[in-house]
């Protein structure tokens, strides 16, 4: 028999709001480069540091543990000395990757169009809502 608990725990899970939830995700700037540069292997933190342009040590840190708390990613750690810590793609992480490589390709060839966009707007006079 259902209870009313598991009746209120399924509604939320189709609930199709929650989408905003994965979306977070896809939306997150640094999620995505870090989904990118993961799609050729594991890779440490140090190396992803290095390929990821821009990001601090502490939002590749939160970048990291939200990946892996959503099962995009998995941290192994190898006791070794140091500790060697690699992160590598889940295959719903891999998954993500192929739904969003249209994505960051799309950004890459349009880039230099919406720098020349963005000047040519903050070039007019007036530029104030109306």
């Known amino acids: ?6 009746k209120s725990r399924t509604a939320r899970q189709q609930d199709p709001c ?13 999620s995505l480069l870090v989904v990118r540069n993961l799609s050729q292997g594991p890779l440490r933190f140090t190396e ?6 821009g990001i601090s040590q502490r939002m590749l840190t939160v970048t990291l543990r939200s990946l892996e708390r959503d099962g995009i990613l998995t941290r192994t750690v190898r006791n070794v000395m140091p500790p060697h810590v690699s992160y590598e793609l ?7 990757r192929q739904a969003t490589a249209p994505l960051l ?8 169009h919406i720098d020349a966009a963005r000047a040519t707007y903050d070039a007019r006079p007036d530029t104030s809502p109306t």
Request: proline share 2%; net charge positive; glycine share 8%.
């Open 18 to 30: 929650r989408t905003r939830e994965v979306l977070d995700i896809v939306g997150d700037k640094w």
């Open 90 to 96: 889940t295959p719903m992480g891999k998954t993500l």
């Open 105 to 112: 390709e799309w950004s890459i060839t349009h880039l230099a």
């Open 48 to 53: 992803l540091k290095r390929a990821i342009d």
């Open 1 to 6: 028999m259902a209870t009313a608990g598991s």
